[in-house]
């Protein structure tokens, strides 16, 4: 698995939603590869703050646009 493969992979494996097999490959990928492992931390926290905002509202802007700016250089090739 390639760092972009991991990046393509990534809204579903924070989210559960991959089956055991890629999970376990973006695990041995995160393992091997700092930057990536950094990354689904960020990510994780992200989802995580984003889940327990109420779902009626939309997020704050501001709030918004610092996690765009944070994710975004890492999900560029999205
Ligand atoms: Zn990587």
């Known amino acids: 698995m390639t760092c ?3 990046h393509k992979l990534l809204r579903e494996f924070v ?5 055991v097999e890629s999970r376990t490959t973006v695990e041995v990928h995160i ?8 990354l689904v931390q960020s990510y994780t926290h992200v989802v995580r703050i984003a889940r327990a905002l109420p779902k009626t509202r939309p997020l704050p802007a ?17």
């Open 15 to 19: 989210g559960n939603e991959l089956v």
């Open 31 to 38: 393992a091997g590869c700092p930057h990536c492992g950094t």
């Open 62 to 78: 501001a709030f918004e646009a610092r996690l765009r700016a944070m994710l975004e250089p890492e999900l560029k090739d999205e």
């Open 4 to 6: 972009e493969d991991l």
